[in-house]
C-alpha cells in the first residue's frame, strides 16, 4: 500500500472539542476513523476516544497483517465501541450515557469498505468528481431521501449513534476498489454543516490533502464564524501516479513492513475480554444492564 494522509482538528466556537479521530495500518491493511462526540450528554469526548480505541485494538489484534473479513471487522468493531461506551457509562455510574457517531474507511487488497453511524461523514472523489457519500443517520438527510419537504428539520437530530440506550443502527458498505489518484475524507459535521459538498469535492481534487485539509477547515471555520462547531477532517490520497500534475507529499509505504508490525496514531486502550463473545444477547445484557444503573442513580439523586 502507497498513501498520503493529512488530519486536523479545530475547536472552532465550542467550549472543547469532542472529535477525535486517527489511523492504523499494517502491511496489507489499513484503517481510518473519526468520531464526533455529541453535546447535550456526559463526556462525548469520552465516547469519540473510546470507538477510536475500540476499533484500533481490535485492527491491531485481528489484522495479521490482514483480516479474515473486512465487512464483518467493521460491523464488529462498530458494536464493540457501542459495547465500551456503555460499559464506561455503567462503571462510572452516569445518569446518561456518552454518546458519540463513527465514520471508519479501510482499505485492503486495494479496495475500501466503509462504516458509520450518525452524520459525520465519508467522501470519495475520483478525477475531480464525487464518487460516494455516506448519508447521515439523520432527520433531515431521510425527509430529503424521502422526496419530503426539509423545510425546519433540525440538520442536527439524528436517530442513531453510538452509546444510547437503544441498539445502534449502522451501514456497512463496499468493496470500491481504489485507483491511483482516488482521495478519501472523513469529517465532522463542523465541515461539512458549512461548506458545501460541491466545494469539498472541488478543493479535495485540485491540490494534495496536505494543502486542502487545512483549506477545508479554515473555510468551514470562516463561513460559520464565532458560532462554529468543531470541525475535523482526515483525508488520504491512493497511490498517487508519479505523472501527477501536483507533487505529492508525505507518503507512508508499508510493503516493507513485516507481519507483527503495527503503526498508530491512535492512543491504544485496552479491551474488554467479554468483547469476544459480543454476541445479540450479550449486547442487549449490557444495554439493560446500563439502563437498570441509570434507574438507580436517578433513585439515589432524588
Not at 219 to 246: C, H, K, M, Q, Y
Request: with cysteine; glycine share 8%; hydrophobic share 40%.
Amino acid at each position: 500500500m502507497k498513501f498520503s494522509v493529512f488530519q486536523l482538528s479545530r475547536k472552532g466556537g465550542r467550549e472543547k472539542n469532542e472529535d477525535r479521530m486517527g489511523y492504523c495500518y499494517t502491511r496489507e491493511a489499513s484503517l481510518f476513523v473519526l468520531a464526533d462526540g455529541m453535546g447535550g450528554h456526559p463526556d462525548g469526548e469520552v465516547a469519540a476516544q473510546i470507538a477510536l480505541q475500540t476499533m484500533s485494538a481490535l485492527f491491531q489484534r485481528d489484522a495479521k497483517p490482514s483480516l479474515p473479513s473486512v465487512q464483518g471487522f467493521l460491523a464488529t468493531g462498530v458494536m464493540a465501541a457501542h459495547h465500551q461506551i456503555i460499559r464506561y457509562a455503567s462503571e462510572q455510574a452516569l445518569m446518561d450515557t456518552p454518546r458519540t457517531t463513527l465514520v471508519a474507511g479501510l482499505i485492503q487488497d486495494g479496495e475500501l469498505h466503509w462504516a458509520h453511524c450518525g452524520d459525520s461523514r465519508l467522501y470519495v472523489v475520483r478525477d475531480g468528481a464525487l464518487l460516494s457519500r455516506t448519508r447521515d443517520h439523520s432527520y433531515i438527510e431521510a425527509q430529503a431521501s424521502a422526496g419530503a419537504s426539509t423545510e425546519g428539520v433540525n440538520r442536527n437530530v439524528l436517530f442513531t449513534c453510538l452509546g444510547s440506550t437503544v441498539r445502534p443502527m449502522f451501514d456497512v458498505a463496499g468493496p470500491l476498489k481504489l485507483r491511483e489518484g482516488d482521495k478519501l475524507l472523513l469529517c465532522s459535521d463542523g465541515l461539512w454543516g458549512s461548506v458545501e459538498d460541491d466545494d469539498i469535492v472541488s478543493m479535495l481534487a485540485d491540490v494534495p490533502v496536505a494543502d486542502a485539509v487545512p483549506a477545508l477547515v479554515e473555510r468551514a471555520l470562516a463561513i460559520a464564524g464565532e458560532r462554529s462547531d468543531n470541525v475535523t477532517v482526515i483525508a488520504l490520497e491512493w497511490e498517487t501516479p508519479s505523472e501527477s500534475a501536483f507533487q505529492p507529499s508525505g507518503f507512508t509505504e508499508t510493503q516493507m513492513m513485516s507481519d507483527e508490525v503495527f503503526a498508530s496514531t491512535i492512543q491504544s486502550g485496552g479491551l474488554d475480554p467479554a468483547l469476544d463473545d459480543l454476541d445479540d444477547d450479550a449486547i442487549e445484557r449490557s444495554i439493560a444492564e446500563i439502563n437498570e444503573a441509570i434507574q438507580r442513580t436517578a433513585s439515589r439523586n432524588r
